[in-house]
C-alpha cells in the first residue's frame, strides 16, 4: 500500500468500511490542486507532531489531506496562530475516524503547521492551487552525434551510489531555487546541485549531477516568490531504485 502510493504520487486514506460510500468526495477535492507542498508518509511513534507547511503568494487554495492509523487529534494552525475551524468562511472540512481532508481558499501567506496527535501509519500531503510550480523533473542523459549533442531522457534503472543526471524545471517568479533530494518520511537525502546555464536558453531548467542514494527519493525545491516568502514544491512520486544495472 505505502509502496504503491509513494510510487504513483497518490494519497492513501485509512477508512472504515462505513466511511467508504463517501470517500469519493476526497478524489473530487483533490481536483486542480496540481502542486504539492509537503508529503509525508510512515510510522509516527506515540505522542505529538508538529509538520511546517510554507505558503507563497501564488497559493490560491490549499488542501491539507492527513489521515493517522490511530488518531487522538489533528490541528491546522494558520500564520496568525489560530486553529482552522469548519465554520470558517472559505473552509471545506471532511472528517473521517482516522483523518481529515480541509481545503482553506485564499489562505494566508506563511508558516503553517499540521500538529497531530496518535500514532501508527501517517499519511500527509498538502496540495495547492497555484500559479508557481515545480514544472517537471525527468532523468536525463548526454548523447547525440557530434555536432548534434544534446540532452535526453534516461529511463535505466536508479541504482545506490551510481552518478546520474537530473533536468528540473521550475516557474520564472520562483526566485533563488535550491533542490535537494528527500526520502519517504521527508527526511533529507542530499542536495541537488544545478549548473547553469542548463540546457539551451532556459534559465528555468537546471540540471544537476547526483550520486543515487541508497533509500527511495523525491525532489523538493524551495525559492522565494517576488514578496520574499518561502515558496516551497515537492514532487509527488518517489523515485523508486533497482539494485541491478
Given at each position: 500500500?505505502?509502496?504503491?502510493?509513494?510510487?504513483?504520487?497518490?494519497?492513501?486514506?485509512?477508512?472504515?468500511?462505513?466511511?467508504?460510500?463517501?470517500?469519493?468526495?476526497?478524489?473530487?477535492?483533490?481536483?486542480?490542486?496540481?502542486?504539492?507542498?509537503?508529503?509525508?508518509?510512515?510510522?509516527?511513534?506515540?505522542?505529538?507532531?508538529?509538520?511546517?507547511?510554507?505558503?507563497?503568494?501564488?497559493?490560491?487554495?490549499?488542501?491539507?489531506?492527513?489521515?493517522?492509523?490511530?488518531?487522538?487529534?489533528?490541528?491546522?494552525?494558520?500564520?496568525?496562530?489560530?486553529?482552522?475551524?469548519?465554520?470558517?468562511?472559505?473552509?471545506?472540512?471532511?472528517?473521517?475516524?482516522?483523518?481529515?481532508?480541509?481545503?482553506?481558499?485564499?489562505?494566508?501567506?506563511g508558516l503553517w503547521k499540521v500538529r497531530l496527535a496518535g500514532e501508527g501509519l501517517l499519511f500527509l500531503v498538502v496540495h495547492?492551487?497555484?500559479?508557481?510550480?515545480?514544472?517537471?523533473?525527468?532523468?536525463?542523459?548526454?548523447?547525440?552525434?557530434?555536432?548534434?549533442?544534446?540532452?535526453?531522457?534516461?529511463?535505466?534503472?536508479?541504482?545506490?551510489?551510481?552518478?546520474?543526471?537530473?533536468?528540473?524545471?521550475?516557474?520564472?517568479?520562483?526566485?533563488?531555487?535550491?533542490?535537494?533530494?528527500?526520502?519517504?518520511?521527508?527526511?533529507?537525502?542530499?542536495?541537488?546541485?544545478?549548473?547553469?546555464?542548463?540546457?539551451?536558453?532556459?534559465?528555468?531548467?537546471?540540471?544537476?549531477?547526483?550520486?543515487?542514494?541508497?533509500?527511495?527519493?523525491?525532489?523538493?525545491?524551495?525559492?522565494?516568490?517576488?514578496?520574499?516568502?518561502?515558496?516551497?514544491?515537492?514532487?509527488?512520486?518517489?523515485?523508486?531504485?533497482?539494485?541491478?544495472?
Amino acid at each position: 500500500m505505502v509502496q504503491v502510493s509513494e510510487g504513483s504520487g497518490g494519497q492513501v486514506f485509512l477508512l472504515d468500511p462505513s466511511e467508504v460510500a463517501s470517500s469519493a468526495t476526497l478524489l473530487m477535492a483533490r481536483d486542480g490542486h496540481d502542486e504539492t507542498l509537503r508529503r509525508v508518509v510512515g510510522a509516527l511513534d506515540p505522542g505529538t507532531r508538529t509538520i511546517d507547511v510554507n505558503l507563497d503568494t501564488s497559493v490560491q487554495r490549499v488542501l491539507f489531506s492527513v489521515s493517522l492509523q490511530c488518531l487522538q487529534e489533528i490541528e491546522i494552525v494558520r500564520p496568525s496562530g489560530a486553529p482552522v475551524a469548519a465554520s470558517d468562511p472559505g473552509v471545506t472540512w471532511t472528517a473521517f475516524q482516522a483523518g481529515r481532508q480541509v481545503g482553506v481558499d485564499t489562505p494566508e501567506t506563511g508558516l503553517w503547521k499540521v500538529r497531530l496527535a496518535g500514532e501508527g501509519l501517517l499519511f500527509l500531503v498538502v496540495h495547492a492551487r497555484a500559479s508557481l510550480a515545480l514544472d517537471d523533473v525527468c532523468l536525463v542523459r548526454p548523447g547525440g552525434r557530434p555536432g548534434h549533442e544534446g540532452i535526453f531522457r534516461d529511463d535505466a534503472p536508479l541504482v545506490p551510489g551510481t552518478s546520474r543526471l537530473m533536468e528540473i524545471a521550475v516557474s520564472p517568479g520562483i526566485l533563488g531555487p535550491t533542490f535537494e533530494m528527500r526520502g519517504s518520511t521527508d527526511q533529507r537525502l542530499g542536495p541537488l546541485t544545478p549548473a547553469r546555464p542548463p540546457v539551451g536558453d532556459d534559465e528555468q531548467t537546471y540540471l544537476a549531477e547526483f550520486l543515487v542514494p541508497a533509500t527511495p527519493f523525491r525532489v523538493v525545491v524551495t525559492g522565494r516568490d517576488a514578496t520574499g516568502k518561502i515558496v516551497q514544491r515537492a514532487q509527488g512520486a518517489l523515485f523508486q531504485l533497482s539494485q541491478t544495472r
